[in-house]
């Protein structure tokens, strides 16, 4: 972990080397994925068993999860569990359904017509990590979306370590409306799902997170199929004032800490005997956290504290950092809320745990990481859409406008255009 203080000359250049130390991307992936690509597209289901077999130590009978599996595995689900992903499924459901944008169109002053609509994406392969890191919750918000924008097929994979899966994990499946769910993961799923295979039919664009050989995948298809994002390690920015309790922050720091050695976490004050109390708290929270191990590395190797002589001074380096999850734990958040411009979801206040964002609270929680929050956003229902524009001329409109069209294609050399 390392501290800095804005009044240091070269506070921002060493801010910037620490983040740009997590965008290094592993080219070393680059040949064995593609060997991985390539084998399922030459070889198709054999292929996809074969790799099951090798990573997942489980010989599928078939690589489509029957109807009947799928209810039984499900119904192990906990009630408690289904419950809260059915209240889950319902406020992110009626979040997203409020981003659904009326189409445009409209005569200009010249008269021509013009619009853009809406179309949903036919198919989306939906891809949902399996053992230790599965999680319900992505189920929910990668799913929910593409469902409210019209997309009529959704295939979901997931690996199964060793023929398991979670029954939550299909029972939010159940919720969220997946059509299909297959047993595979990892490169090759992604090479099904963008290629398709005797088994799985192709999809259009492929969703959800995935270790670093699924995130290298999704890249060498893109172009094929439509990705959501090449995600990277979690992280989250905490902007706290002296009033908070510093185990809150520290828990709020340490829920991003615990998903991956490489998260991050920063938090930014105007207290210097705070910071040292949060720290202090941290030590004390990792004692007891169950997944100590891991978040005691990112901590220790990630972790930030920067120290400012104001909020409002904060600001520029809030915008830099451009973090995934931004919570704002200070009097007048609003004002901060207000002048920050970049960051994938922002909390206000302190009692708006990121947690509640992970979880149910309606905004998706799949967002920009490593700072690419300064030129994207979270998912939505507008990345399982198209805008199509249109428009449409009269004779008097083409004679009205045609001559400087023409003026135009012969200034460009192209004849047939004029």
Sequence with gaps: MITLDATSPNCLSTLKTALARRRQSNTDLYPTVRAIIEGVQQRGDVALTEYTQRFDRHTPASLRLSQTFIEQQAAQC?????????????????????????ALDYKDDAGVRLGMRWTAIDSVGLYVPGGLASYPSSVLMNAIPAKVAGVQ????????????????????????????????GG?????????????????DKIVGPGNAYVA?????????????????????????????????????????????????????????????????????????????????QSW?????????????????????????????????HEAL??????????????YTPEAVGDYLAGPNHVLPT????????????????????FLGFSVENLQTLGVSVITLAEEEGLTAHA
């Design 78 to 102: 906990k009630p408690a569990v289904r419950d809260a992903l059915a209240l889950a499924a319902r406020r992110i459901r009626d979040f997203h359904s409020r981003q659904l944008a009326p």
């Design 153 to 184: 097929r959704i295939a979901m994979v997931v690996p199964m370590p060793d023929g398991k899966v979670m029954p939550s994990v299909l029972a939010a499946a159940q919720i969220a409306g997946v059509d299909e769910i297959y047993g595979i």
């Design 187 to 203: 490169a090759q799923a992604i090479a099904a799902l963008a290629y398709g295979t005797k088994s799985i039919t192709a999809v």
């Design 216 to 296: 290298e995948a999704k890249r060498q298809v893109f172009g094929q199929v439509g990705i959501d994002s090449i995600a990277g390690p979690s992280e989250i920015l905490v902007v706290a004032d002296n009033k908070n309790d510093p185990e809150w922050i520290a828990w709020d720091l340490l829920s991003q800490a615990e998903h991956d050695t490489d998260a991050q976490s920063i938090l930014i004050t105007d207290d210097a005997a705070f910071a040292e109390r949060v720290v202090a708290a941290v030590q004390e929270c990792l004692k007891t956290l169950p997944r100590r191990q891991i978040a005691e």
């Design 300 to 332: 220790r190797d990630n972790g930030i504290i920067l120290l400012v002589k104001n909020f409002q001074e904060a600001v520029p380096y809030i915008d830099v950092i451009a973090a995934e999850h931004l919570l704002l734990a200070v009097d007048d």
């Design 337 to 350: 809320f207000k002048a920050v411009r970049h960051a994938g979801s922002i909390f206000l206040g302190r």
């Design 370 to 389: 490593v700072q690419t929050a300064r030129f994207s956003s979270g998912l939505s229902v507008y990345d399982f859409l198209k805008r199509t524009t």
